[in-house]
């Protein structure tokens, strides 16, 4: 039963660019979350989607975006880069009607330079 | 709107000994609360998860955690604690599938 996976591992940009994460959920979920840990803290909740739609979002900026494809996989998306947006990326698949249970994958951490 | 507290930013115990993770969280809906382990460069783990069920959770490798709605707690113990316990603890609530972390516990263990 493959778990959450999430590419790339490692990734390196520089201030303005743009950068495309990448999230498989487990096996028969269908509710994708994405989430951003900076160092040192905790991770705060980006968005969530469900049917292909946002259902959910938290406190940030537009510029930050996202996807979910038929098979449920999905992409975050960040434009226009800064400093700040280096951190650990982590994606959290659910099943819509299984409750409260998410479980994350590895993280893609982003170097913003 | 829902927050989590937790108390200690940093446990120290010497291995074989007690452990124990403090909690408070405060939520307008009937929460499920998480407790998710991470260990150094990995991803998120979960520990144990209370769904209005029994207020006693147990959860993988030893641990269980009580809820205890008058005192909005959801503390952590494990009675006897292994080297390889060592990493960050971070205290969720959730709602709507919406999750909300603490700002972790740093569990250090002493040989």
């Known amino acids: 039963d493959a778990g959450v996976t999430q590419s790339p591992t490692h990734l390196i940009k520089t201030r303005g660019q743009q950068v495309t994460l990448r999230c498989s959920p487990k096996?028969?979920?269908?509710?994708v979350s994405w989430y951003q840990q900076a160092l040192g803290q905790g991770p705060q909740f980006i968005f969530q989607?469900?049917?292909?739609?946002?259902?959910q979002r938290g406190n940030f900026p537009d510029r930050f975006s996202g996807h979910q494809f038929p098979n449920y996989s999905s992409e975050l998306n960040v434009n226009a880069l800064l400093l700040g947006d280096s951190a650990l990326y982590l994606c959290?698949?659910?099943?819509?009607?299984?409750?409260?249970?998410?479980?994350f994958g590895p993280g893609t951490r982003l170097l913003v330079l | 709107a829902q927050s989590v507290t937790q108390l200690d930013s940093h446990v120290s115990v010497s291995e074989g000994t007690p452990v124990l993770l403090r909690c408070n969280y405060s939520?307008?809906?009937?929460?499920?609360l998480f407790w998710y382990v991470q260990h150094p460069n990995k991803g998120l783990q979960l520990l144990l998860k209370?769904?209005?069920?029994?207020?006693l959770v147990k959860g993988i490798n030893g641990f269980e955690a009580e809820f205890k709605k008058s005192e909005t707690s959801f503390h952590l113990t494990k009675p006897s604690a292994h080297m390889s316990d060592a990493a960050e603890y971070f205290c969720?609530?959730?709602?709507?599938?919406?999750?909300?972390f603490g700002t972790g516990t740093r569990l250090t263990i002493i040989p």
């Open positions: 959290a698949s659910s099943l819509q009607g299984g409750g409260e249970t998410q479980y």
């Open positions: 096996s028969g979920h269908d509710t």
């Open positions: 989607y469900y049917e292909e739609e946002e259902r």
């Open positions: 939520s307008s809906y009937s929460p499920s």
């Open positions: 209370y769904t209005s069920a029994a207020t």
């Open positions: 969720v609530v959730s709602v709507k599938k919406k999750l909300t």
